[in-house]
């Protein structure tokens, strides 16, 4: 006879009413979030669900960007609007608003939250409609919007001697994959689990002719000893918007009296990491 308890079939109010006791300490974080599918804004986390059957959660079709909040202002969303239309269109995603409703619905959510230091995340999602691989079952796109609380950004708590990192052995994914900002993060997942099991703090992944990529959620660049800035060739890694900043702001300073002499993209050995 067996031990498990029964298990209960529960009306809309039951569910509701457990997911608000279902809370865990980050959700203390969770300011607000939007959702096309219900057409607006909570600023309850039990309410930040997404419908099962979006086939963002059992296909991973679906693409997402970021932006970082500082002293309540969005920093460069302009420029991560653009890369996010674009990996929509790579994704072949519909784009259920224009750029501007984009922006603003992004906005107005940051607004809403009253979150002054943290981070935005949306995502763009073929839709809820079905289970199969494809498209045609889904009526229409969602879009979602999260605000997280967090002053990691304007806090600089990274050890006075730096940190360490090691090359992982996790295949890098290929292009246009590797290009395009998407939510199948797995292998991303694994390497950054299998740098805490090394006990480094990120791993760093190498393509299959050992040149260094990137890491799973960032770019990498160097400074060698003749004062150039080196950073790893876009054509197989995202164009981070973070990077492309760093890249304009280093030809400013080689315009200056600066000890930067050169910045360029290249491919970049191991060795020479």
Same mark, same amino acid.
């Given at each position: ?6 298990? +209960?079939?529960? =009306? ?16 203390? =974080? !969770?300011?607000?979030? !939007? ?86 995340? !949306? ?47 996790? +295949?890098?994914? +290929? ?99």
């Amino acid at each position: 006879m067996s031990n498990v308890e029964p298990i +209960p079939v529960l =009306s809309r109010t039951e569910v509701v009413e457990r997911l608000s006791g279902h809370t865990h300490p980050n959700q203390q =974080s !969770y300011r607000a979030f !939007y959702s096309s599918v219900i057409g607006g804004i909570t600023k309850d986390p039990a309410a930040m669900v997404i419908p099962i059957d979006d086939h963002m959660a059992h296909r991973g079709h679906a693409v997402f960007d970021t932006a970082i909040i500082f002293s309540g202002s969005l920093y460069e969303l302009d420029e991560h609007i653009d890369r996010f239309l674009k990996s929509a269109h790579m994704a072949k995603n519909r784009i259920p608003f224009s750029r501007e409703e984009l922006k603003a619905i992004v906005i107005r959510t940051v607004a809403v939250s009253g979150v002054r230091d943290g981070s935005t995340r !949306y995502w763009l999602s073929v839709g809820p409609g079905g289970f199969t691989l494809s498209t045609k079952e889904c009526p229409r796109s969602s879009f979602y919007v999260m605000v997280v609380a967090d002053d990691k950004f304007t806090k600089l708590d990274a050890p006075a001697g730096g940190v360490t990192v090691a090359t992982s052995t996790v +295949p890098m994914k +290929p292009p246009p994959f590797s290009t395009i900002k998407n939510v199948n993060y797995m292998p991303n997942a694994l390497v950054k689990k299998e740098a805490e099991e090394r006990g480094v703090f990120e791993g760093i992944w190498i393509d299959e002719n050992g040149n260094i990529g990137e890491g799973p959620s960032m770019n990498v660049a160097f400074v060698n000893n003749k004062n150039e800035l080196l950073v790893p060739d876009f054509s197989q890694v995202l164009a981070g918007c973070t990077m492309k900043r760093v890249l304009a702001l280093s030809e400013k300073l080689l315009s200056e009296d600066s000890d930067l002499r050169l910045s360029r993209i290249c491919h970049r050995p191991v060795s020479e990491g």
